[in-house]
């Protein structure tokens, strides 16, 4: 779920994996690993790909719960 909500929240603020990367100090292949599952983010991660978003990782995380409540209503 994280990374599904990474992906959605980098495109509606129309950043590239790349520019991501850039912000956060973090690999570009990094970010598509998040995005893609296979990886989870560490504590330093989050907080560096939040502030690259203009975010804080309550909100970040707020809304990886909502997405996780959804699924679990529909399933």
């Given at each position: 779920?994280?990374?599904?909500?990474?992906k959605?929240?980098?495109?509606?603020?129309?950043?590239?994996?790349?520019?991501?990367?850039?912000?956060?100090?973090?690999?570009?292949?990094?970010?598509?690993?998040?995005?893609?599952?296979?990886?989870?983010?560490?504590?330093?991660?989050?907080?560096?790909?939040?502030?690259?978003?203009?975010m804080?990782?309550?909100?970040?995380?707020?809304?990886?719960?909502?997405?996780?409540?959804?699924?679990?209503?529909?399933?």
């Open positions: 779920m994280f990374g599904q909500v990474l959605s929240i980098r495109k509606v603020q129309k950043v590239s994996q790349e520019e991501l990367a850039f912000r956060s100090n973090l690999d570009r292949t990094f970010i598509s690993m998040l995005e893609r599952g296979i990886h989870q983010p560490t504590l330093n991660s989050l907080l560096a790909i939040d502030a690259a978003m203009d804080n990782a309550a909100e970040l995380v707020g809304l990886v719960e909502d997405e996780m409540e959804n699924y679990q209503k529909i399933n």
